[in-house]
């Protein structure tokens, strides 16, 4: 038994890097060990039509296909709730995942800071705009670790279209005991004018080409007030080189189809659109970098 077992990893090894070169093994292999053999072998040699009825039994392919932008994928890998198949236990493992809570913490310190910066500044009455939030866990990470926030903070609001993400965001503040106000909107569509003085839009961008960046950050520009503070996320070409397999089930396997940019790229994107670039801040496997950007000049 144990010799077939080791054959069929050797077997396993081999594909993985003739295939998948830069794959983490030892994730890669304990996924394709919980597949049946037949399934592991045809995904591993690419056939996609044999493969996906059966990949797409799974909560997360479920989920992926109704509505790539879900807030439920990211709650499942935050949470590890909601686990179905093999695909769903790869997807909350897998360094895509991990690399997904690394960015949640990265986005909390960062925000504190921005916060604290905003207070140091004299700024009493911070207006906060969390956009295409999801559940908006992380705005209430920050306000509930740092209650004296509330005193500094006259809006922290949540936009999004999801009724779903909506109601959990709700329930989530709730339960923390937060005053975060949840709109479900077309985040493109608010009314603010020259008001905003911190935007988060986090995993937004992911799924769109350069040039539909550019529109999306125009378009909620105007909500900022001078000296306002943008932080925008995009997925980066570094997970096509650390994690070819996650990269591979979501595109080809899922049909969500990510546009993995550089940071040089996200830097010309906030300029293109006339925001001073601060620099970016990563996930610990920096698959995901959050641009900050400043508005220097006022809006008109």
């Known amino acids: 038994m ?40 045809r995904f591993l040699n690419k056939d996609k039509k044999y493969v996906t009825p059966y990949f797409r039994r799974s909560f997360v392919s479920r989920i992926l296909m109704e509505n790539p932008a879900s807030f439920e994928m990211l709650e499942m890998v935050y949470t590890g709730k909601g686990i179905e198949a093999e695909v769903d236990r790869y997807a909350i493992n897998c360094l895509g995942a ?27 009455n911070i207006k906060i705009l969390n956009l295409g939030s999801g559940s908006g866990r992380d705005l ?13 903070v006259s809006l922290a609001e949540s936009v999004d279209t999801d009724e779903k993400a909506i109601r959990k965001g709700r329930e989530m503040a709730r339960e923390k005991g937060v005053k975060v106000d949840f709109v479900q909107k077309n985040m493109l569509s608010l009314s603010y ?41 995009n997925v980066m070409e570094e997970m096509l080189k650390k994690d070819p397999l996650t990269s591979y089930i ?39 970098a ?7 000049s006022p809006n008109y």
């Open 2 to 41: 144990k010799t077939l077992i080791e054959n069929k990893e050797k077997e396993f090894l081999r594909m993985l890097k003739k295939n998948f070169p830069g794959t983490h093994i030892p994730t890669a292999l304990d996924f394709l060990n919980d597949l049946p053999k037949d399934i592991a072998l």
């Open 98 to 124: 991990r690399a997904l809570r690394s960015r949640l913490r990265s986005v909390i310190v960062h925000l504190e800071n921005i916060i604290l910066e905003k207070i140091f500044q004299g700024n009493k």
């Open 140 to 152: 209430i990470d920050v306000l509930s670790k740092n209650p004296y926030f509330r005193d500094y």
């Open 193 to 233: 004018r020259n008001e905003i003085d911190i935007i988060l839009i986090i995993g937004v961008l992911c799924g769109l080409e350069e040039r539909k960046c550019i529109t999306v950050l125009k378009r909620i520009k105007r909500y900022l007030s001078k000296g306002g503070i943008i932080i925008a996320s």
């Open 250 to 288: 979501l595109g080809d396997i899922l049909g969500w189809n990510l546009e993995y940019k550089t940071p040089e790229v996200l830097k010309r994107i906030f300029e293109l659109v006339g925001y001073e670039w601060r620099g970016a801040f990563f996930d610990k496997f920096k698959f995901h």
């Open 290 to 296: 959050m641009g900050v950007g400043i508005l220097k």
